[in-house]
């Protein structure tokens, strides 16, 4: 129960640290969830919907509700369709949408409720809370997947001792698994966190979080990217580095390992329905081959005649919300969709299966042309995608994002000449633009649509 972590000894005093600086002590948060429980008895055993926008207040809604509340549905809060929405409602049996108002650090509010059944007659016996979480939903409608504490928080390092001079920054919606390992990593491992969500341009939030004495984060290929854009970067004195996400080519691990030398990287393989699969910790893309022999601890590897990553747990508590949908195979395993290749002794991600570019009968992945452009001296960020092509069926697009004081035109020029000495002819972009930026989602991915 997460409240337990509110009360752990040696942990660092301040847990919450909001837009504003102000800190909140995990004393003070213990007292606040005790009391509004209190208040709050007709919610006890009930299946909850938290609503909010904010990851400070849905931090908080958390912190009441695990142990409470048998369980609870976070949805995205970018998840704007209504009657998806209302389908998640009635799918997950929920009693009841649970929100909170402008919760400050000195005026934390009762949350409010809007109820929606009041007749239930089930009676919850226990307090392992149902976490019910939203897949990305990046290429058709998300699944629900429903956790355990337990399940989400398996590669939490537990050692309060440590982790009191630790102070996370957060750069994902706490709504999304990214932004829930991260919550739960700084509060069950004894750390601080940095919310600064109120500061929404990656420079400003950077800025934010080196002003408070950031050491550790959690961010993707892509916003890692753009965080070494950023002058404010050099300020960091980071100690722990992840990435996840998205595929972590050699290029940003190199430049990560070369502007923090003393941080300790990990390349982290995550997804809703897996849970964490594994870390991998010495600086080289993918991970080693021996792992499909001898894997990490906890997990089975394997490799599908498809080339696709197959992950299987001695233990499997999480499992899809609608019992249409089958989220292990019959033999254990979990088909992760992601396509990987045997490289000597590495195994690489290739990208993912659905997120293949037809061109003209041919399948192209887009994360290998970014692995190639990336790599061009000058490219500080890069996106593939398909466009529709009535004789080719999708023509390749890439968007290139030069580095401050490269000259766009000379760039272009290098990027169509290492694809062509790089590349199959069909791989190559037939069209190649210039911008000052790419949007990425509240997961931190790069938005290709």
């Not at 058709?140 to 001079?165: A, F, I, M, W, Y």
């Not at 854009?229 to 190199?254: C, D, F, H, W, Y």
Request: with cysteine; charged share 25%; net charge neutral.
């Amino acid at each position: 129960m997460l409240l337990n972590y509110l009360q752990t000894k040696n942990a660092a005093p301040a847990f919450l640290i909001d837009d504003e600086g102000a800190d909140l002590s995990r004393a003070s948060l213990a007292k606040w969830v005790t009391a509004t429980r209190n208040q709050l008895g007709k919610l006890k055993g009930r299946r909850v919907a938290l609503k909010s926008r904010s990851n400070y207040e849905l931090i908080l809604l958390l912190l009441l509700c695990d142990g409470w509340v048998e369980a609870l549905l976070i949805l995205p809060d970018d998840l704007s369709e209504e009657d998806i929405v209302h389908a998640y409602y009635q799918q997950s049996n929920i009693d009841a949408i649970i929100s909170l108002g402008d919760a400050l650090p000195s005026n934390l509010d009762v949350p409010q409720i809007e109820w929606l059944n009041t007749n239930t007659t089930k009676l919850w016996n226990g307090n392992n809370t149902s976490w019910v979480i939203a897949t990305s939903g990046t290429t058709n409608v998300p699944k629900l997947v429903e956790h355990t504490l337990e399940s989400l928080s398996n590669s939490v390092k537990l050692d309060p001792q440590r982790g009191r001079d630790i102070m996370w920054g957060l750069l994902y919606a706490v709504s999304r698994f990214a932004g829930l390992q991260v919550f739960l990593q700084s509060l069950m491992g004894g750390s601080s966190l940095l919310i600064g969500e109120k500061h929404e341009d990656i420079e400003q939030r950077i800025s934010y979080f080196s002003k408070h004495g950031c050491n550790a984060l959690s961010a993707t290929p892509t916003l890692w990217r753009k965080i070494l854009m950023s002058p404010s970067a050099s300020k960091m004195n980071l100690r722990i580095i992840t990435l996840g996400g998205e595929i972590s080519n050699q290029t940003v691990l190199s430049a990560l390992a070369g502007k923090y030398p003393n941080a300790r990287i990990r390349h982290i393989y995550a997804s809703t329905e897996v849970g964490v699969g594994f870390a991998v910790t010495d600086g080289k893309e993918g991970f080693p081959a021996l792992w499909l022999d001898s894997p990490p601890s906890g997990i089975e590897l394997a490799v599908s005649r498809e080339s696709k990553l197959k992950i299987r747990r001695g233990k499997l508590t999480q499992s899809y919300l609608s019992d249409e949908v089958q989220l292990a195979e019959d033999d254990g395993f979990i088909d992760t969709g992601d396509l990987v290749e045997i490289c000597n002794d590495r195994v690489l991600f290739r990208g993912r299966e659905n997120g293949a570019i037809n061109v003209g009968g041919n399948k192209v992945q887009p994360e290998e042309i970014e692995s190639v452009i990336s790599g061009v001296q000058g490219v500080a960020l890069v996106k593939v995608r398909g466009i529709t092509n009535s004789m080719m069926g999708s023509l390749v697009e890439a968007t290139v994002v030069p580095r401050a004081g490269i000259d766009p035109d000379e760039l272009r020029t290098k990027v169509m000449k290492r694809c062509r000495e790089q590349l199959d002819a069909f791989k190559r972009p037939a069209i190649l633009k210039m911008v000052e930026d790419l949007k990425t989602n509240a997961s931190g991915k790069i938005i290709r649509n």
